[in-house]
């Protein structure tokens, strides 16, 4: 007989950390793998994701670098990037299966939904911030220096695309996550309407570490957008979760309301 699986509450501290080493270690090697192919194509991914600022650059101004080593790394940073979107459905499933011995059994059928769901928000989040966000703050800043000769390189400009494009990617990610912890009757949407006023407040501040400048315009293309999502997830609570309350083994608590 094969041996028993443990429940989350057998499992001690080191088990769990193990799980999670073993799921991490999982998601690097896959995107140490997806990493190989995106760097055969990473010059033809730099023009890509370089097109937001090229577009707007006077004609014939590039990219510049002050390092000799830095068009390297630019191309290591953009591999990496883009071997984490093409493996983030395994990657997420590893996230599943780290979290899945904590759920109840009628829960744990969600796992294809959830991989599905997180692969499509993650990446359109990545698509309004290149589409979008990215456009918009490039042109927004090139169109205010009109008066002098931009000299941008190629690790600072790549250095803030990642930033926006990851950031906006897991901010995307919240109608996911409201529609699991609704149908684990974890969270309900009278809560989320109650505490509006600071979805406000923390999407600014969001908002605000993503973007470069502390300008409210810049933030607000980013912060309207998350406040839509959260408009949506209050939704999905409403729809999925109204009658889905969270059965406990150890006591009576309802969900949070």
């Known amino acids: 007989m094969g041996k028993a699986h443990k429940s989350p509450d057998e499992m001690t501290f080191l088990e769990h950390l193990e799980d999670l080493r073993k799921r991490l270690w999982f998601s690097f090697l896959a995107i140490i793998i997806g990493f190989v192919p995106a760097w055969v194509f990473s010059k033809d991914l730099y023009e890509i994701l370089a097109r937001p600022l ?47 011995p904590g759920l109840f059994k009628k829960e744990k059928k969600y796992v294809i939904p959830f991989v599905i769901f997180t692969t499509i928000f993650f990446s359109t989040g990545a698509f309004f911030g290149y589409k979008v966000v990215f456009p918009f703050a490039c042109r927004f800043f090139l169109q205010i220096g009109t008066d002098f000769t931009p000299m941008i390189t190629v690790n600072q400009y790549f250095t803030l695309a990642i930033r926006i494009l990851l950031g906006i990617a897991v901010v995307f990610e919240l109608p996911t996550l409201v529609f699991f912890l609704a149908r684990m009757g974890i969270l309900t949407s009278r809560f989320m309407v109650k505490n509006f006023k600071y979805a406000v407040l923390i999407a600014f501040i969001i908002a605000a570490v993503i973007t470069p400048t502390p300008d409210m315009i810049t933030q607000s293309i980013i912060a309207i957008p998350m406040l839509g999502l959260y408009g949506l997830s209050i939704l999905i609570a409403l729809v999925f979760g109204k009658n889905e309350k969270r059965k406990r083994t150890d006591d009576d608590k309802g969900p949070i309301e």
């Open 54 to 100: 090229t577009k707007y650059l006077p004609e014939g101004t590039t990219l510049v670098f002050t390092n000799l080593p830095d068009p390297f790394f630019v191309y290591i940073k953009i591999s990496f990037i883009a071997a984490l979107f093409v493996t983030s459905p395994f990657i997420f499933l590893q996230i599943w299966y780290f979290v899945a």
